[in-house]
């Protein structure tokens, strides 16, 4: 990344918080970094929690502690995997350890167990690409029988057409590029929004240092609209710099780099409610349904860590 990295300030965000609390529906405690580095996370969400904010968060599961998630009171977790083997896994989650991260997730699961006053959400995410396209089924039967509540099918996003060749599956239901485009060397979306974006109406992201920007495609910190930390939420929602840009989009949104590969999916979730059986979920602009494989396979996570030998 362009900009500077680092973890976010306890007291900086609680006194964020406080101020945007009264206004705010949805925390979603992430965003281009390990939630879970930061030995202060668990208290951060359960500050947020006892303010009445919905909080979702989403992670590559090898830093997790499964007690301190329970204690946090999030509402939604969401573990997301690069495969069904060591080998696929660490391509995307480089250094990761996959075994490491399936027993964080057992854990997890024995641990709200033993807490039934826990509401946490439970989801097991699997980023599909080239390598390990074909352990989709394994991964959809494996998340229903260690029973997590969603498995969430995702479509890969890659930056150029020579990232494409390399990461994107053969299996082009798992694609949101334009197929004969890419042929011909360019990358672009199947569907290119006409000045139109629901997301700017209901959300802006917030890095670590308070520096606002418009949304989760600008990971690089190119259009920042104000700092949270030092100005009122509502006068940045509201600014100059918000609206200019909220004017492109609705104007000449074709011209905004951020919006030139974007996937598009959907709108925010601003209402959560609770599932009652397992489901799958596809984060994705091709509708086509994914069963989950009835037969078993081999579960290789079910030891504590300690059985392991980690």
């Known amino acids: 990344m362009e900009r500077a990295t680092g973890l976010l300030d306890f007291d900086r965000y609680r006194q964020f918080i406080d101020r945007v609390a009264p206004t705010t529906s949805v925390l979603m405690f992430y965003f281009m970094g390990e939630p879970f580095l930061n030995k202060r996370a668990y208290e951060m969400i ?35 995997i690069g495969g069904m083997t060591q080998a696929t896994h660490e391509v995307y989650r480089v250094r990761g ?21 826990s509401s946490v959400k439970i989801n097991v995410g699997f980023v599909v690409m080239k390598h390990n396209e074909h352990e989709v ?26 990232e494409g060749e390399l990461l994107l599956p053969s299996d082009k239901r798992y694609w949101f590029y334009n197929e004969e485009a890419f042929a011909c060397g360019v990358l672009k979306p199947k ?31 190119r259009h920042v609209l104000g700092n949270a930390f030092e ?11 918000m609206q200019t840009f909220r004017r492109r989009v609705v104007t000449e949104q074709g ?12 709108v925010p979730q601003l209402i959560h409610p609770q599932q009652v059986d397992f489901e799958i979920k596809r984060l994705t602009l091709d509708e086509s349904k994914l069963d989950v494989p009835m037969d078993p396979i081999p579960m290789r996570c079910h030891q504590s860590t300690k059985n392991q030998g980690n």
């Not at 500050?47 to 979702?56: D, S």
């Not at 968060?57 to 509402?75: E, L, M, P, R």
């Not at 350890?97 to 006053?117: A, G």
């Not at 011209?255 to 959907?266: N, V």
């Open 191 to 221: 569907y290119l929004p006409d000045n139109e974006c629901t997301w700017i109406w209901n959300s802006l992201v917030v890095n670590w240092d308070g520096s606002v920007v418009p949304c989760c495609r600008d990971p690089n910190g």
């Open 97 to 117: 350890k996959l075994d490491r991260v399936q027993t964080n997730i057992i854990e997890l699961l024995e641990e709200r167990q033993r807490n039934p006053r």
């Open 255 to 266: 011209k905004l780099d951020i919006c030139r590969l974007c996937s598009g999916y959907g």
């Open 231 to 241: 100005t009122p939420l509502s006068h940045i929602w509201n600014g100059d710099d």
């Open 137 to 162: 089924p394994e991964f959809l039967r494996w998340a229903k029988e260690i029973g997590v509540d969603c498995a969430n099918v995702i479509d890969p996003c890659v930056r150029s057409v020579s």
């Open 46 to 80: 359960r500050y947020a929690r006892q303010k009445n904010i919905h909080v979702e968060t989403c992670t590559n599961g090898d830093f997790v502690d499964a007690k301190g998630i329970v204690y946090s009171d999030v509402n939604d977790i969401s573990f997301q």
